[in-house]
């Protein structure tokens, strides 16, 4: 069936770094969607790509889907410690969640 | 987006009972799901609650052990039967906003301990 993977599991930065999580798909997905999940709380939807090399911004956060529509990733710029969370890829007709990257910002 | 709300936030169930969590919803939505998530696990797709009719499950998951009802749009509950300690977790209502996207949007969650 289709997985949807992510990696890494887990990061550690130190605030101010940069940080990107990627997601890889065996299949071609028609859409990806990114959501955010603070510690004790629930996924947060961010945003949704649809068509093959699309890149949006949201402040600090760049999204990008991959030309074949079979990958995606997340960086953020020069973290802060509001970003900790755990960082979710979804896609697919019946929305498979990736694994998730846990990140960790020191401050 | 919708905003959703669930009930109860949290329980603490002895095994072999049976617990019934609701989800609200503020607005008329078309798509209903249901998810499980494991502490510090990645969330699972229970199944999709139909309005007017018998939910759709994911594999692994039975009508028996997970029944759903869906009596409108804007309301769905999932019952967790006869509870065993692995039925601890996270459960999760989302709904998707619009009939065109698939953007998400869930609710608190209900945490659930099976002693």
């Known amino acids: 069936g289709q997985q949807v993977m992510q990696i890494p599991q887990y990061q550690h930065v130190q605030e101010g770094e940069d940080f990107t999580t990627y997601c890889n798909s065996s299949t071609t997905l028609s859409n990806i969607q990114w959501y955010k999940q603070r510690p004790g709380g629930h996924p947060v939807f961010l945003i949704q790509l649809v068509k093959s090399g699309e890149v949006k911004k949201q402040k600090r956060l760049t999204f990008q889907f991959g030309e074949a529509k079979k990958n995606s990733s997340l960086h953020i710029t020069a973290t802060q410690t509001t970003d900790v969370g755990t960082y979710f890829c979804a896609g697919g007709f019946k929305t498979i969640f990736g694994a998730g990257t846990r990140l960790f910002v020191k401050a | 987006s919708a905003v959703i709300s669930q009930k109860p936030s949290r329980d603490i169930c002895q095994r072999g009972t049976s617990l019934t969590i609701q989800c609200q919803v503020d607005s008329q939505v078309t798509m209903m799901f249901w998810y499980r998530q494991q502490p510090g696990q990645s969330l699972t797709l229970i199944a999709t609650a139909n309005q007017g009719s018998e939910a759709t499950y994911e594999s692994g998951f039975v009508i028996d052990k997970f029944p759903i009802s869906r009596p409108n749009l804007t309301f769905s509950t999932l019952t967790v039967s006869n509870m065993s300690p692995e039925d601890s977790s996270i459960y999760l209502c989302?709904?998707?906003?619009?009939?065109?996207?698939?953007?998400?949007?869930f609710g608190p969650g209900t945490r659930l301990t099976v002693t």
């Open positions: 989302s709904v998707e906003d619009t009939a065109f996207s698939y953007e998400q949007y």
